[in-house]
């Protein structure tokens, strides 16, 4: 991989009147609780590789399947980015293993099944702790693809929207 050079500006002179965005950034963000605005940010996870029993005919009943499962959580991020704290943001890595051992330990006839049930899990698991982030969308889709014989790939989505 090549790395390419980024040329740097010389900041404006003093009372040059030019503004330089690069030169009056202090590095820290302004975003704090309570602010009059909020950041929306998203925390995503892909191709969660797990093993389920899903399905609703005897040899998908038989033994657990391999699935691919997306996350995604819309939350406000203000707080997380002001403190630099994990524990005011949606920490992925821990979020990640609680739906793997959700799923995992499940069964589901249907795929829609399990998506609408990891929502209400994620639902439930992001929102304990007196630290909870404000939640504004979970977004869920599992995908089995041994299903069709390599024939393509079935997939669900599904959102949970939060109301203002």
């Known amino acids: 991989m090549r790395r390419r050079s980024i040329a740097h500006r010389e900041a404006p002179a003093a009372g040059s009147g030019s503004h330089d965005a690069v ?3 202090s590095g820290k963000t302004s975003l704090a609780a309570g602010a009059e605005h909020a950041v929306t940010g998203t925390v995503a996870v892909t191709d969660l590789a797990l093993n389920c029993i899903v399905g609703i005919r005897p040899r998908e009943r038989a033994e657990a399947q391999p699935l691919s499962v997306d996350f995604e959580v819309d939350y406000d991020i203000s707080t997380a980015a002001a403190s630099g704290d994990v524990e ?3 920490d992925y890595g821990e979020a990640a293993r609680a739906v793997a051992a959700f799923i995992e330990k499940a069964q589901f006839g249907l795929l829609e099944t ?6 209400e899990f994620l639902r439930s698991y ?4 007196s630290a909870a982030p404000k939640v504004r969308r ?4 599992a995908r089995k ?5 390599g024939n393509g790939i079935p997939s669900v989505s599904a959102e949970l929207l939060y109301a203002e």
Do not use: N
């Open 23 to 25: 030169s009056k950034f």
């Open 88 to 90: 005011q943001a949606v």
């Open 114 to 119: 399990l998506v609408a049930e990891t929502i």
């Open 126 to 129: 992001l929102s304990a702790g």
């Open 138 to 141: 979970i977004r869920v889709t």
């Open 145 to 149: 693809p041994a299903a069709l014989d």
